[in-house]
């Protein structure tokens, strides 16, 4: 009797095992196919796109008649990169300056305060960033184009980008901040005792030394940047056009097709279209994240 | 027996927090010999090297009382311009860390920070101080390779041709050996009993038969308080103090 | 002469230091202030149509139109469709982040693989995930629903949540894994019994940001969870949230209506005001519990 339930109990202990096991595989493998899967899936929605449109064509084209049967993404993959690239280029500075002040001189109490902003900060959603935009900063940008003479609703590529560079923030921040705390201290001590102030040290030593981290947190901001959605959509304005300044609207891929998607699907090749879209936002995103990632592998020792 | 001392240090107290780390440490150290700090790990050997050009300043929470004077001019006065100091010193660390860019730059830093430009002048610095650290022939071909290619041992020795470059009166080395292997430390060794004719050389080590190869002056610490200090001669040979015995003889580890 | 060129050059250290450490102020304080704006600006634009009312009742008369009612839909769907992702991504991701740290605990190619394909995956904007999840929708014939809600989102969070996971697991002492390996222990006993009861802290932090992404996100349930005035029954029916709410209510002329996306917006930050205060809680007390 006891024999038995011994025997019972070893039963149910490999049997624990291996279902755990199985399962786990079972995860890991859903991990490894899903990108493939998304992929596949981007590029089988999107390939009747292909049948009718050369890649250049599609890409190239501004001419935007979805009735017609005219899909020119051009216009919004400028607005996109204008949005992208304005709002890294506001992000980048403050970021690369705040993870110096916080990791080199900031007292502790400042990072007793900083720690949790920087999280509250990330992790507030895009819509509500969106009605940040629209109550403030959309408002503030249509001023500030008053003083360049520019009259401008204030929904805009600029007003998109100031909103986009503050969601981005919290996430460059992180990793800067990281990069700057795993520089040996011994680096600023040697520098320190030839004789370098600290900023020399901070200068010519440690940015030196974070370079790869610092360009490739750059390149993880685009990546995000690049696919936000919600928040650019509420106030970056939604008109078809080729922007020609900062203070004018813009229409970035995410915004066409969380704003389309699902509802013009009588439209001939419209969802392909869209589908067409996420495809390039795949690419994009997946290109500067992997990127990124492979400078701070590759170059983090060779300096 | 000991001619005039470079660093005079009187009742030095330091705190990293709430732990005392150093405990009333007075001691003079002698000019252009090779001072040995001595003692077990964890004593404060380390902590007591990086207070000399206040290298202390870079930790959070830690507070110094007393005096460090060098040259008349006491080092931990909040107010001294530290910078122009610690020039004086050269620091050599527990494994080299060499500056993130070439050979040639590593050793140029120095000198291009105290404002000297010249190409023909900084070239001509980089062949001596290579040559002193005996690594001239082995990069001479490759000075603008990053120093980071370099092995071990020769990145510690660059390390120290670095810390030679700005010109310092003392050199300061905490377990200069410690990351290398047997041939690369004796090498470290010998230019340092070569560099003390001309030098002031402070070192820490836990590694007895080191510190009696090498060692002029002794320091020997415990627990963060100087136990006993002396020429060398007279701690090895003829130790005071019960620790002092017992670790010299081995029996303590 | 040269003394005097000396001194200029050290005046211009002095003063390019100051300036960048003015600048570095800016930089910080612009960060503080960026955070109060967005918290003031939404408390004061939407805590004045903040009633009970509002939190307790669904909007009558349509949620585009009808000037009655309140958010209650939003609440309650949005705590349905993340909950339900957060617990099938939990599934998923804590198996897999177990996997990773104990099981293929000495492959180390296995683990670098899965953390790149995860790197991958969690970089995807949660768009394409709704626009892969629609097109999947259709694909088999279902309609926008709960369901289909919950599924897209626990595709957008499982990467977050085993990343954040993996953080906490790498940091158990190895020592601790042979210690119960070589007690006898099988490699599940190991990771359920012995590494998950030191790491809870830590996993409930993970899942509370997972569940802070859920709860927040817009764009991958935008075209699949639908939007309706009701609270759903079934999984089959479809759901309205927090965020969509926001965006949809906020488009409306009707003063009215614009009011219940304020006040949804200022729910929508509390509760992710409180996710992120708790799991700093739960965070720091698992600093301070662990063994080390």
Redesign the interface.
């Known amino acids: 009797m006891r024999s038995f339930s011994i025997l019972n109990f070893k039963v149910r202990r490999t049997l624990r095992e291996n279902l755990s096991a199985f399962w786990m595989k079972c995860c890991y493998l859903l991990i490894l196919a899903m990108p493939f899967i998304l992929l596949i899936g981007l590029l089988l929605k999107s390939s009747l796109l292909f049948g009718e449109h050369s890649l250049m064509e599609l890409i190239f084209s501004s001419e935007w008649k979805p009735l017609s049967g005219k899909f020119g993404f051009f216009p919004f993959i400028i607005s996109s990169l204008w949005v992208t690239f304005i709002s890294i280029a506001i992000a980048a500075p403050v970021c690369l300056l705040t993870a110096i002040y916080l990791t080199q001189y900031a007292k ?1 109490f400042v990072l007793k305060i900083m720690q949790p902003v920087i999280d509250i900060l990330a992790g507030i959603p895009s819509v509500i960033y969106g009605v940040w935009g629209i109550i403030i900063i959309v408002p503030f940008v249509s001023k500030v184009a008053g003083w360049f003479n520019v009259s401008s609703s204030g929904y805009s590529i600029l007003t998109g980008a100031i909103v986009l560079a503050v969601m981005i923030i919290p996430f460059v921040l992180n990793i800067l901040i990281e990069v700057y705390k795993t520089i ?14 600290k900023w ?1 040290t901070i200068k ?2 440690l940015t ?2 974070a ?1 790869p981290g610092i360009i490739s947190s750059f390149g993880l901001g685009v990546s995000r940047a690049f696919g936000e959605t919600i928040a650019v959509l509420m106030v970056v304005g939604n008109v078809v056009q080729i922007p020609s300044g900062i203070f004018q609207a813009g229409y970035p891929l995410p915004a066409l097709i969380a704003n389309n998607y699902g509802e013009m699907l009588s439209i001939p090749l419209y969802d392909s279209a869209l589908m067409f879209a996420a495809l390039i936002l795949f690419v994009v995103v997946t290109f500067f994240n992997m990127g990124s990632r492979y400078i701070i592998m590759h170059y983090e ?3 | 027996m000991i001619n005039g001392s470079i660093i005079n240090i009187e009742g030095l107290n330091l705190h990293i927090g709430n732990k005392h780390i150093l405990k009333d440490i007075n001691v003079k150290i002698p000019e252009k010999k090779l001072t040995v700090i001595l003692g077990p790990s964890g004593c404060g050997k380390t902590t007591l090297l ?1 207070s000399l ?1 206040r ?1 202390t300043d ?3 929470e830690v507070k110094t009382q007393g005096k460090i004077f060098n040259g008349g001019i006491d080092i931990l006065n909040p107010k001294i311009e530290i ?2 100091l ?2 004086k ?3 050599l ?3 080299p ?1 060499p ?3 070439s050979i040639y730059d590593n050793i140029t ?2 000198l291009r ?3 000297r430009r010249k190409k023909r002048y900084l070239s001509k610095r980089v062949e001596y101080y290579l040559r002193q650290v005996s690594l001239w022939e082995e990069v001479k071909d490759r000075l603008k390779d ?1 120093a ?1 290619a370099l092995s071990i041992g020769q990145q510690q020795r660059l ?1 120290l041709a ?2 030679l ?2 010109d310092p009166d003392i050199i ?1 080395a905490d377990e200069p050996t410690s990351a290398l292997d047997p041939v690369s430390s004796r090498e470290i060794e010998e230019l340092f009993l070569k560099l003390k004719q001309r030098y002031t050389i402070v070192m820490v080590t836990h590694i007895l038969r080191q510190a009696r190869r090498v060692a002029d002056y002794v320091i020997f610490m415990y627990l963060g308080e100087i136990v006993e200090h002396g020429t060398a001669e007279q701690i090895f040979e003829n130790p005071q103090n019960q620790i002092t015995k017992a670790y010299i003889k081995g029996t303590y580890s | 002469m040269k003394r005097k ?2 001194l200029n ?1 050290k005046f211009f250290k002095k003063l390019e230091e100051l300036i960048f450490r003015v600048l570095m102020i800016i930089s910080t304080t612009i960060i503080i202030v960026a955070l109060l704006a967005i918290i003031i600006s939404i408390l004061i634009k939407g805590v004045p149509s903040l009633s009970w009312e509002m939190i307790t009742q669904t909007p009558k008369g349509g949620y585009y139109f009808g000037k009655e009612g309140g958010i209650l839909n939003a609440i309650i769907g949005s705590l349905y469709l993340s909950g339900g992702a957060t617990f099938l991504a939990l599934v998923v991701s804590l198996p897999l982040a177990l996997y990773m740290n104990i099981h293929k605990m000495k492959e180390k190619l296995v683990v670098n693989i899965i953390r790149l394909f995860l790197d991958i995956l969690w970089g995807i904007p949660s768009i394409v995930y709704g626009a892969f999840g629609f097109a999947l929708m259709v694909f088999l014939g279902l309609r926008t629903s709960l369901l289909a809600g919950i599924l897209t989102v626990t595709l957008f969070i499982i990467p977050i949540m085993v990343r954040s996971m993996d953080e906490v697991l790498k940091t158990v002492p190895r020592g601790l894994i042979e210690a119960s390996f070589s007690l006898g222990s099988t490699r599940s006993e190991t990771s359920f019994r012995v590494i998950l009861r030191q790491c809870i802290p830590g996993l409930i932090t993970a899942i509370l940001l997972a569940f802070g992404r859920a709860i927040g996100d817009a764009a991958a349930v935008l075209f699949t969870a639908g939007y309706t005035d009701y609270i759903p029954t079934s999984l089959s029916q479809p759901t309205a949230t927090l965020p969509l709410s926001v965006f949809f209510q906020l488009g409306s002329p009707i003063p009215e209506v614009q009011n219940r996306a304020y006040a949804s917006a200022v729910v929508l930050t509390v509760i992710v005001l409180i996710i992120s205060i708790s799991s700093r809680a739960f965070s720091m007390k698992y600093q301070k519990n662990r063994i080390k």
Not at chain 1, 184 to 197: H, K, R, V
């Open positions: 502790r040996p201290i011994e680096l600023s001590e040697a520098s320190l005792s030839l004789g370098a102030t020399e010519k030593v030196r030394k370079y020792k060779k300096i | 990086k050009n290298l870079l930790y959070p910078t122009e610690r020039k010193m050269g620091l660390a527990q494994s860390y500056l993130p860019m830093y120095g920070i105290s404002g990053p980071s390390c670095r810390g470059s700005v300061l | 060129f000396n050059r």
